[in-house]
Every structure is written in structure tokens, then in C-alpha cells.
């Protein structure tokens, strides 16, 4: 077999594919493979990261906080203060018992998010897919073992000190992008889990998620590598697994973002 089929079996989750050979990021890189050696190297000659800036919310946050996507969240709208109110078990029966958009009537269930409640890192993706809304769960099937190898090739676990979710919890008909007004409904049950977990870091993976997060019509590559906050919590920006599978070549970019992220939540 070809070294380069070799290397499409292990893309496709049929082998190994995220490796981490070292326990930390300052130890051993005896035998590390060479798309790990060569962050962590420069890692290493940038130094100790230096502690971040205390948050500075944009003005259009300053006017509108809860803004999301385009549109604000009205926190005089009775619905969406008293969704701000709510605890876990009120929060996740509120989002399975919702009908404030037409989502809901399509899909099989909701998808609310797991992990752990109070972990330092809120993982956020775009909305639920096919088998997601079989499960109920985010981030299954392929794309969810990748993310897990990624995971663990910073040494995290899913639902170990971290919380994965969705923009949205409902899965829109043919897995097409949400509408404005879905987003808008959906966002105070977002910003609810996000008051809940007081997360040190937000990984948004995906154009959607970051477009809607940071309000920005801006590309993934030209919001790579640089710290950026949403709702005053440090967010980095990175792809979505399901891409990844499709664009091979991107998955180096991805192994820069988890380590960046990982330097920026080290220096908190």
C-alpha cells in the first residue's frame, strides 16, 4: 500500500490521525511526528505567551449586548430575560419545548449541548446535522471522531472540562444555513449556557458559528490566529471537522489554531 493511501486511511478516521507524543508542550519530542514538532517548535521560540488584555467589549456590544449574527438581543423581550434567568434543568427544557421558530416542527429533536457544566472551554459549531439530530447529540458520527482525536492531541476529553454545543439547537431542513430569525430566537439559549459554564475560552469551529459569533462577514483564514471576545470571553477561531474531512490539506491549519488556543487559555 502507498505511503499516500496510507495517509487518505488515516484522514478518513481509519487509522490514527491526531498524535500526541508528548505528555506536555514542554516536554520529550522524542519520536513526535513532524506536523506536531514543527507548532510546538515554534512555540517554543515565541517564548511564554504573555497574559492577555482584560476585555474591552466593541461598542456595538457596549449598545447591544447579546448580539449575535445580525440581529440584537432585545433583553427587555420578556421571552429572552426569562430565558437569562433560568438554571440548567429550566434551560434544557425550555430549549426542547421550544417554538419560537419553525425548526422545531422539522426536526426530530433538539441537540442542547454536553460536556462538562462548568469546564474552561466552550466548544461552539453551527447547527445540528443528520445524525446529530438522530442522537440529540453535536458533534457525532466522522466529524465527531475527529474532533475527539483533536481533543486529545491537546489533552482534553469530551465532557472532561469541556462543553460542546450549537448556534443552533435545531437542525434546519436539508442542513441548509440558518436564517436571521432563527438565529435570533435561538441566541438566548447560547448566551444562557455561556453565563452558566463561565468558560475561560470559546472555540467557535466553522463559518457560521464564527460569522454569527463575532457578527463579521470575514473568512475563517482572515480571522485565524488572533484572540477575539465574545461577550467579554476569549474566543479563537478555527474549522469545522465536517470541513476538515473534505479539505485534507487544512487540518495543519487546524493543529496551529488548537495549539494557539491552547497557549491563549494557559495565559489566563
Known amino acids: 500500500m502507498s505511503e499516500l493511501r496510507e495517509r487518505y486511511l488515516e484522514e478518513m478516521g481509519l487509522a490514527p490521525i491526531w498524535k500526541l507524543r508528548e505528555k506536555t508542550f514542554g516536554g520529550s519530542q522524542s519520536g513526535a511526528s513532524p506536523d506536531i514538532v514543527a507548532p510546538v517548535a515554534e512555540a517554543r521560540a515565541r517564548g511564554a505567551a504573555k497574559p492577555l488584555p482584560p476585555p474591552r467589549p466593541s461598542p456595538a456590544a457596549a449598545h447591544a449586548p447579546g448580539l449575535i449574527g445580525s440581529t440584537k438581543l432585545d433583553l427587555a423581550d420578556d421571552r429572552a430575560a426569562r430565558i437569562l434567568r433560568m438554571d440548567w434543568p429550566e434551560l434544557k427544557a425550555a430549549v426542547s419545548g421550544c417554538q419560537a421558530c419553525g425548526l422545531r416542527k422539522t426536526c426530530t429533536q433538539t441537540v442542547f449541548g454536553v460536556g462538562d457544566e462548568q469546564a474552561d472551554w466552550l466548544l461552539v459549531g453551527e447547527a445540528p446535522g443528520a445524525e446529530e439530530d438522530a442522537r440529540g447529540e453535536p458533534f457525532v458520527g466522522q466529524a465527531g471522531r475527529l474532533l475527539d482525536n483533536m481533543l486529545a492531541a491537546i489533552g482534553l476529553a469530551r465532557g472532561k472540562n469541556v462543553y460542546i454545543c450549537n448556534v ?4 434546519p431542513p436539508g442542513n441548509r444555513n440558518p436564517e436571521p430569525f432563527e438565529v435570533s430566537r435561538c441566541a438566548p ?9 463561565k468558560p475561560k475560552l470559546i472555540l467557535a469551529m466553522g463559518r457560521f458559528a464564527v460569522q454569527a459569533l463575532l457578527n463579521t462577514e470575514a473568512s475563517i483564514a482572515s480571522l485565524r490566529g488572533r484572540l ?32 494557539f488556543a491552547r497557549r491563549s487559555i494557559a495565559a489566563l
Open 228 to 259: 477575539h471576545r465574545y461577550q467579554g470571553v476569549p474566543l479563537v477561531v478555527t474549522y469545522h471537522p465536517a470541513y476538515l474531512l473534505r479539505n485534507l490539506p487544512d487540518k495543519a491549519k487546524a493543529w496551529e489554531d488548537l495549539c
Open 189 to 197: 439559549h447560547l448566551l444562557r449556557q455561556l453565563e452558566l459554564i
Open 168 to 171: 443552533l439547537k435545531c437542525r
